[in-house]
C-alpha cells in the first residue's frame, strides 16, 4: 500500500514563492514517478509536473512551466514541488501523485494520489 501526504500549502501574496512537500510511503523499488496536480475552483484538474523516481528526469505541463521546479529524494521517500512569482491563477488544490507501473514521463495516468493541499494565492 501506498500512502501519500502533502503538506507546504497556505496564503501567500502574488510574486511569491511556496514550497510544496510530499511523503510517499511505499515499499523500496515501487516507485517509477510522482508528480503534482492541481484543481482549481470549477476547472479540470491538471498536470503540474512529473518527475522519474530513479533519474529525476522531470516533465513540466503548461501550467508548471518556467517558475515551478520538481525535484525528489529517492532515498527519503520525498517531492517538493517549488514555486515562484506565483500568480492568482496559481489558486488551486494541489494534489501529490505516485505511480508504481512504467510508464511515460509525460503520462497523467498516476496510481496513487494524495489528499491535496490548499495554495491560494491574493492579489
Known amino acids: 500500500q501506498v500512502r501519500l501526504e502533502e503538506y507546504g500549502g497556505g496564503l501567500v501574496q502574488a510574486g511569491g514563492s511556496l514550497r510544496l512537500s510530499c511523503t510517499i510511503s511505499?515499499?523500496?523499488?515501487?516507485?517509477?514517478?510522482a508528480g503534482w496536480f492541481r484543481q482549481a475552483p470549477k476547472k479540470e484538474r491538471e498536470l503540474v509536473a512529473t518527475?522519474?523516481?530513479?533519474?529525476?528526469?522531470?516533465y513540466y505541463a503548461d501550467s508548471g512551466m518556467g517558475r515551478f521546479t520538481i525535484s525528489r529524494d529517492n532515498v527519503k521517500n520525498m517531492v517538493w514541488l517549488q514555486m515562484d512569482s506565483l500568480k492568482p491563477e496559481d489558486t488551486a488544490v494541489y494534489y501529490c501523485?505516485?505511480?508504481?507501473?512504467?510508464?511515460?514521463?509525460?503520462?497523467?495516468?498516476?496510481?496513487?494520489w494524495g489528499q491535496g493541499t490548499q495554495v491560494t494565492v491574493s492579489s
Open positions: 518527475i522519474d523516481w530513479r533519474f529525476a528526469n522531470t
Open positions: 501523485v505516485a505511480d508504481d507501473n512504467l510508464r511515460s514521463i509525460s503520462s497523467t495516468t498516476f496510481t496513487y
Open positions: 511505499a515499499r523500496p523499488y515501487t516507485i517509477y514517478r
